[in-house]
């Protein structure tokens, strides 16, 4: 079973960012490698592939949470490719971003744009980045 | 121009929820008027009025926002509220809050539920919430 | 295996605290059942049960931290609880508690102070607590 | 010295509230006396009792964080009243915490303006509040 | 009304921070040029514009609060700027923040001495600086 | 007998970690001694120094803390040295850390992982860590 939630976990991280997740992954890998596998299975096993909320929504809803929390830079760049990869538009992004103005304060959204800028930088110097 | 700010926000503010919203200019009345013209001019006139994102995805943003800061109860159980008059499900709610678990952590993800529940029963008290 | 870690923490909950643990268990029963379940087999069943670290040192890191973030007061007295029931003296847990001044400020240690003396008074009431 | 220090702190803490500050302390005398002594001496008798920044400034500045971090507001009532006497008008004192919508977001600033609305009405049914 | 709202909180940046508040509003342009347009209206036109309380006040707030929170480094940089450039010494500015020990923890504080050790460096580099 | 609070907070703040803690009292040096002197006092002098908990414990509490703050990382590091100092092992640390993810998220225990990997290298470095 543990096996099968390991496998569903992967197969959604695979979905939502594939690469940043394997960095991710490896980066554990000698510190705590049983995080890892602890990370794969219950965001991504348990939480992520619960039906009842698409995949879109998953993504906005954690982008305006690390924006809030203003304290998970790494993590929310990670999601902010995350929720392009589903479907989000780099409209879309940005507007949860700036809504964050609202709710955490000017500087917790401002810190958030510059996420973001960074996030489309990237996409960009790839070339694969057919979001508008 | 403020007027047509205001007129937008407080329309804004109705479709979103009403009731609630009343109820926290009313609040500010006394202690702070100028406060309740800058939340319905700002927040509702200039944010949510915005092209660009759904208002359900909006609401969401918001549900996973309070919850993971975890501080502002009030607000959050307004917005639960939010969500539901905006079309979402009372499931997908649940499931935005359960998320903030693998964000902010168990307890805030627990306060979140506890404030749904709260909100659920309140509406199911009035019997005007078919949401399922 | 999903059944394995449901029992093996739902035995790991008892041990820390049965009583509080069943009834935050009963109040997810009608808006979130699956967070329960969630809720035994994540934190419980695969955190709490590693070996590496003893119980009591986990609840003085809980307790350290809840005090810290100074959001979750009902998950903090949980873990007062916890804490006193896998060794700690009431005297660790003040302390634990206070050292929270300096890395989070006196307001969120006195808070802490508050909800300490109301678990100790909830256990003087029953007659069930022999810690110093 | 050590009885300098809590002779200074606890004449610092009579100035700016002297009777919200017995009131904690006394809270105290049970489960952590160490903790009463430890807040007079350092926040009042080191911090407080410094030059280089006037009492009312030094008000404005906690009125300012505690309303921002948003989870500690008991003692953001006492320092509302502090703020009072020791020379901020209630304009002020709402001025700051309104302010903090750009910097905390508007809920956290809603429950800031909450607050003060409690230690109004607390200071007008005492007949003491010639503020404007 | 806008236009006017946007020259006011123009006229107010200019006279807290010019320099660092073109930058801000530069570095949006790409990314969210909207957004440099409200963070222009609200918090400085409609905000700092206020009266009630003074300028040296608002930037003792939002200092303390920006060290408090110790999530928005850069704004924290660009305030204590502001702070001197409208009328606060350093000592005042060093006040403050030490002050934030008690409220927020001594990391909190820490940090925000070593934002500000930055700031006064950049001055002294430029030559600028009468503060004492 | 502030002398004394002193001196037995420079022991203390020596046994937990001397290298370190230097640095930190050497960087206040310019910008604000006096904030080194009280640093070394009331932390380490009063608070480190009490009886009711030992160091490790106190340790374990740190690093759970700032794990779950997630906004101080320069002093979590200082502290996962202090941990390492006192007695914990490598694996202990990194189980506190991972415990964090149950009470402020995967974000937040991922960054206090990072941070423990380079405390390890540095550790490593110096060839004087023999913690398993």
Chains 1, 2, 3, 4, 5, 6 share one sequence.
């Not at 490719?81 to 000017?106: D, K, P, W």
């Amino acid at each position: 079973m543990d096996n099968i939630r390991y496998l569903r976990g992967w197969e959604k991280l695979k979905e939502i960012d594939g690469e940043q997740g394997e960095r991710v992954i490896a980066s554990l890998s000698d510190i705590a490698p049983d995080f890892a596998k602890l990370l794969i299975e219950f965001p991504f096993g348990d939480i992520y592939s619960r039906p009842g909320l698409d995949l879109k929504s998953r993504e906005i809803a954690v982008v305006a949470a690390l924006t809030a929390l203003g304290n998970a830079a790494p993590q929310l760049k990670v999601h902010i490719h995350g929720a392009l990869n589903v479907g989000c538009s780099r409209t879309e992004v940005v507007e949860v971003i700036m809504q964050m103005a609202v709710y955490a304060g000017f500087p917790a959204a401002l810190n958030g744009l510059f996420a973001a800028k960074e996030v489309f930088a990237d996409r960009d110097a790839k070339k694969n980045a057919p979001e508008k």
